[in-house]
């Protein structure tokens, strides 16, 4: 399909309520025309995490609203968009249903067609969308419930190459916040307050680093955060001086960073056998957005002699955009769903990999 093609994108998988509009010449670059993302930090802020159940009346409530927005902010009505694309998962099921119902009733009403997404492969395709990259190339997806180093080499094709065999970095962010007393999200909060921090005070484990290939796991980095921070606590009469915060943060992150740059190293060098330079090596989710983590991912692929992409922040977090990118990929390669698309709580990019389930203590998350 070859024609200008204008697609309306709804995302409501975890605590964001989005929608945008992008359209695509073929030939041209993607114009990301609305880009609308109304966030429930607020709404969890009570409970330490996001509560599914109100996440999921939230986004039933919004999506309207959101979808009003995004086609004023593109100058546009219903009769200018071509198609639907909405997160089908993976996600906390009751948004994803909120989210799939929403495009169900707009492209019933408009007899427009309808594309079911993964949240996983609007991710991984961002940087397509963002930088034109060329299929196939190696991306580290990081995010607060996935982690995953993935070969994307279609919309709908993706090989993967290892992952978190327990928790996800950002999810481990979001602890670590928790855990020295600041807010929701963990991740930018501990990103702010490592600025100060000596990252080589507090010498954090580096999981994995000692097993081949590019498995990740972060959940012995939370107890080691957790042991520190009581250590310093206790020495302090029970508080937390700022500075010792500030160093925990900083040593930490620095272990994330040291621990994503070398296992993407590996995941560059085991694509670069299947494909020799010139190659690209793009990150995206949540904790792209990561400075400090950037900056190390940079430099492997400096030494490495390959682009290095990292999408704008605002793209690396959960966000339409994406969706209505990777629906109008689909939407390229002739796939359409219909009334019968089911929201998945899990959808694994790859299902012919072998489970990460069951290889640590809690299980990979998709
Ligand atoms: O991709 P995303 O918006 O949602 C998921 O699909 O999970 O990622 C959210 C996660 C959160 O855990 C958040 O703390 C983390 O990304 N995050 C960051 C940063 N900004 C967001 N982690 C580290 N540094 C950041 N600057
Ligand atoms: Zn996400």
């Known amino acids: 399909m070859t024609e200008p093609l204008t697609v309306l ?22 114009d990301i025309l609305a880009n609308i993302v109304m966030g429930q930090t607020d709404l969890h802020a009570a409970f330490g995490g996001v509560v599914p159940e109100i996440a999921a009346r939230a986004h039933a409530e919004r999506l309207d609203l959101c979808v009003e927005q995004a086609l004023e902010q593109a100058g546009i009505g219903l009769e200018g968009i071509d198609a639907v694309a909405v997160t089908a998962g993976p996600g906390l099921i009751g948004g994803v249903m909120a989210g799939v119902m929403c495009a169900k009733g707009i492209a019933a009403g408009r ?50 190459l290892g992952g978190t065999i327990d928790d996800a970095p950002g999810e481990a962010f979001d602890k670590t916040a928790k855990l020295l007393g600041l807010e929701q999200p963990g991740g930018p909060a501990v990103e702010r307050c490592a600025r100060t921090g ?81 190659a690209a090596f793009a990150v995206t989710g949540g904790v792209a957005a990561n400075a400090r983590i950037r900056e190390a991912l940079q430099a492997i692929c400096a030494r490495a002699g390959v682009r290095f992409i990292a999408p704008p922040a605002p793209l690396c977090t959960d966000n339409a955009a994406m969706i209505a990118w990777a629906g109008l990929e689909r939407f390229r ?8 698309l089911a929201a998945r709580p899990r959808w694994p990019l790859d299902a012919t990999a072998p489970a990460l389930l069951g290889s640590g203590r809690k299980g990979a998350k998709a």
Do not use: W
């Open 198 to 278: 000596d990252a080589h005070r507090f010498r954090f484990p580096r999981p994995l680093l000692d097993r081949a290939g590019c498995d990740l796991s972060f959940s012995g980095l939370k107890t080691a955060l957790l042991r520190a921070r009581d250590g310093v606590v206790a020495e302090h009469g029970g508080s937390l001086p700022e500075q010792d915060r500030s160093d925990l943060c900083a040593g930490f992150q620095a272990a994330v960073a040291e621990v994503l740059a070398e296992k993407s190293r590996r995941a560059l060098e085991t694509f670069l056998v299947e494909h020799p330079a010139p």
């Open 111 to 160: 007899g427009l067609p309808l594309i079911g997404v993964n949240h996983l492969a609007g991710h991984a395709l961002t940087p397509r969308l963002t930088d034109g990259l060329d299929f196939p190339y190696p991306v580290l997806l990081a995010s607060g419930g996935h982690c995953q180093f993935l070969i994307a080499r279609g919309a709908e094709a993706f090989t993967r």
């Open 333 to 340: 390669t002739g796939a359409r769903d219909d009334m019968t």
């Open 9 to 30: 994108g709804l995302e409501s998988s975890c605590d964001d309520t989005a929608a945008a509009v992008v359209s695509h010449a073929p030939g041209g670059a993607p």
